[in-house]
């Protein structure tokens, strides 16, 4: 297990394939990697998705092979630091934190795993609007009945090490954007599991808390009287727009598979989605294409990084998924890696940049994918 100390070991260089490192043609980082070997205690154990059990994609493997990646280009690894929970309740319901601190070991406790073979917290009855028709919201007394209280679909499962990583990957976002506040010009928080899809009272997609929305807030805390959120992720990041939807201090802007296109979250990432109240103005959806690559989404990207500029951000955060690329098996965006530099250089120039990992699901190439976006953004931010 690579060490967070920042020594790279043999053996878990990207070029054990024989293919060059990921620090030759992607170039040289210098930016701090904030890092912690719990984000790889949460296993999904799969995912069920149309009502069967699946592998998934959403691995542990994922930020081993982001960390060896960014450690061969060079980059310094800095532990990340434990923050209050305050720092996570300025974007989330504590009730949500409460139950996802919680839920594991009430589903041990209630004799799950042990007597039903049921191995990971998986919801079937969701309090839904219409179900609950104008009633209030009771607490069910079985832990199998409050499984979907907070959960918005069946792909988002919780195992033992599931809080210890979603914790520590919200560490990571708020450590990065503290080194940001403190006046580095970049800094990449290498978040496992992502977080995107997280609203302040609602998890699904793979995330459970928002990194890159605590990572915002904190530079607000902080002192940036402007932020920005680029979200590059394929998916549209329906969390985020939620949190920050009638807020006209942190902008939220998006390039993303098009939803009305038949993508997830299906319901959210629609181009007229501008905003609410002092907020209109300060959401930007871009939709695109299945098989956009690299020429639409760049300048997609590009349209962004211009509505952030004409709103003015002191401080950016990057939901950076690289799973728009071309081999990647969540998104048909085709992206390659000269694209995601290219998009960093967009990003970097706007001003400081706290880059949050998302998702990005390809193995084989996601590291290298990574390092693009990272060595882009570093050689413009400033
Ligand atoms: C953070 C992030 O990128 N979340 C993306 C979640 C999207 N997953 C929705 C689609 C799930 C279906 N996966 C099908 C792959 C074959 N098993
Ligand atoms: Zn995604």
Redesign the pocket.
């Known amino acids: 297990m690579p060490d967070a100390d920042g020594k790279p070991g043999a053996g878990r260089m990207p070029d054990a394939d024989g293919k060059p490192g990921a620090g030759g043609a992607a170039g040289r980082l210098t930016l701090p990697v904030v890092w912690s070997e719990r984000c790889l205690r949460h296993d999904p154990g799969g995912?069920v998705?149309?009502g069967r059990c699946?592998?998934?994609?959403?691995v542990p493997e994922r930020a081993r092979t982001l960390l060896a990646a960014a450690q061969a280009a060079g980059a310094p690894v800095v532990p990340a630091r434990s923050h209050p929970d305050a720092a996570l309740a300025a974007v989330h319901d504590p009730a949500m934190l409460e139950f996802l601190a919680s839920i594991w070991a009430d589903w041990e406790a209630g004799g799950y795993p042990a007597e039903h073979g049921r191995t990971r917290v998986v919801p079937y009855v969701f309090p839904t609007e219409g179900l609950l028709a104008g009633l209030p919201l009771r607490t069910p007394a079985a832990v199998h009945g409050r499984a979907g209280r907070f959960c918005y679909?069946t792909?988002t499962l919780i195992g033992p090490g599931s809080w210890t990583a979603i914790r520590a990957a919200a560490d990571c976002a708020l450590t990065a954007a503290g080194l940001v506040a403190g006046g580095a010009r970049a800094a990449y928080a290498l978040c496992r599991?992502?977080?995107?899809?997280a609203a302040r009272s609602a998890f699904g997609?793979?995330?459970y808390l928002n990194n890159a929305a605590a990572a915002a807030a904190a530079l607000r805390a902080a002192g940036a009287a402007r932020v920005a959120v680029i979200d590059i992720?394929?998916?549209h990041g329906n969390g985020t727009q939620a949190i920050f939807y009638d807020r006209p201090d942190v902008l939220y802007a998006s390039a993303h598979v098009d939803p009305g296109a038949g993508?997830?979250?299906h319901y959210a990432g629609y181009p007229d989605e501008r905003g609410a109240g002092d907020g209109v103005g300060a959401n930007l959806n871009l939709p695109l294409a299945p098989g956009t690559g690299d020429a639409g989404w760049l300048a997609a990207v590009a349209g962004l990084c211009a509505r952030a500029r004409r709103r003015g951000a002191d401080a950016v955060v990057v939901s950076l998924?690289v799973?728009a690329a071309e081999a990647d098996?969540?998104?048909p965006l085709r992206v390659s890696a000269d694209g995601y530099r290219r998009a960093g250089e967009l990003i970097g120039a706007l001003g400081p940049v706290v880059a949050v990992q998302?998702?990005?699901?390809d193995l084989a190439t996601l590291g290298e994918l990574t390092v693009a976006a990272l060595s882009g953004i570093e050689s413009a931010a400033r």
């Open positions: 995912e998705w149309l699946e592998p998934g994609t959403e679909d792909m599991p992502p977080g995107h899809h997609g793979s995330c992720d394929a998916h993508w997830f979250p998924g799973d098996p969540e998104s998302e998702g990005g699901y």
